[in-house]
């Protein structure tokens, strides 16, 4: 069993960067792929990045290519959500997830073993 605890949200201006944060515990995250997902009210949650283990392929939906990176620490057991140059439309709970197919980039939420709670994203115009 894995936990995932998301940080690094906030409130913040459209150009503005975040950074969030996804520790796990309870095993190590070097043992899966990482993924970010986000939800918006209304709307159904969404792929925004995921990396394989070893942090050497990554992928991205098309609206966040360029403005947002993904990266693990596998030491600190932290995956991070580099979000640069935000939009207003960028605004939703982001969530990490940890999927069982290490060495791939699932793009698909029901790929993905374990979810964290979520952390708040808001960006105003």
């Known amino acids: 069993q894995v936990q995932l605890v998301e940080s690094g949200g906030g409130l913040v201006q459209a150009g503005d960067s975040l950074r969030l944060s996804c520790v796990g515990s309870r095993r190590t995250l070097g043992d899966y792929a990482m993924g970010w997902f986000r939800q918006a009210p209304g709307m159904r949650r969404e792929f925004v990045a995921a990396i394989t283990w070893t942090g050497d392929n990554t992928d991205y939906t098309d609206s966040v290519k360029g403005r947002f990176t993904i990266s693990r620490d596998n030491a600190k057991n932290t995956v991070y959500l580099q979000m640069n140059s935000l939009k207003p439309e960028d605004t939703a709970v982001y969530s990490c997830?940890?999927?069982?197919?290490?060495?791939?980039?699932?793009?698909?939420?029901?790929?993905?073993?374990?979810w964290g709670q979520g952390t708040q994203v808001t960006v105003s115009s």
């Open positions: 997830a940890a999927s069982a197919r290490s060495y791939s980039t699932p793009q698909s939420d029901y790929l993905y073993n374990y």
